[in-house]
């Protein structure tokens, strides 16, 4: 069992930055890929950032690569999103995720534990 919780949501302008943290609970943590996914009002859930177990490998979605850095601590159980140069099409509930194993992938169904999302909001 994974408990996630993530923090460090809240108001940005555009161009600004925020940091996401996502705490993990349980002994499973290291042995897990980590995502974050989004989602905006009337939209799908889709796939924003990956890490690998070890966080040797890590993947984007096409509109965040370059501005958003995910990263993870094992020792201390915890994965993080930097997202710089925001744009208020960025405004979404941003998720972390915990993969099934060890390596990651950008479906919904590749995760099965999910936080209960932290808002982000960005003004222009």
């Known amino acids: 069992q994974v408990q996630l919780v993530e923090s460090g949501g809240g108001l940005a302008q555009a161009g600004g930055s925020l940091r996401l943290s996502c705490a993990a609970s349980?002994?499973?943590?290291?042995?897990?890929?980590m995502g974050w996914f989004r989602q905006a009002p009337g939209m799908e859930r889709e796939f924003v950032a990956a890490?690998?177990?070890?966080?040797?490998?890590?993947n984007y979605a096409d509109f965040v690569k370059g501005r958003f850095t995910i990263s993870r601590d094992n020792a201390q159980n915890t994965v993080y999103l930097q997202m710089n140069s925001l744009k208020p099409e960025d405004t979404a509930v941003y998720y972390c995720?915990?993969?099934?194993?060890?390596?990651?992938?950008?479906?919904?169904?590749?995760?099965?534990?999910w936080g209960q999302g932290t808002q982000v909001t960005v003004s222009s």
């Open positions: 890490i690998s177990w070890s966080g040797g490998s890590t």
């Open positions: 995720t915990a993969a099934l194993g060890r390596w990651y992938g950008r479906r919904v169904s590749d995760y099965d534990y």
């Open positions: 349980g002994r499973t943590f290291s042995s897990r890929a």
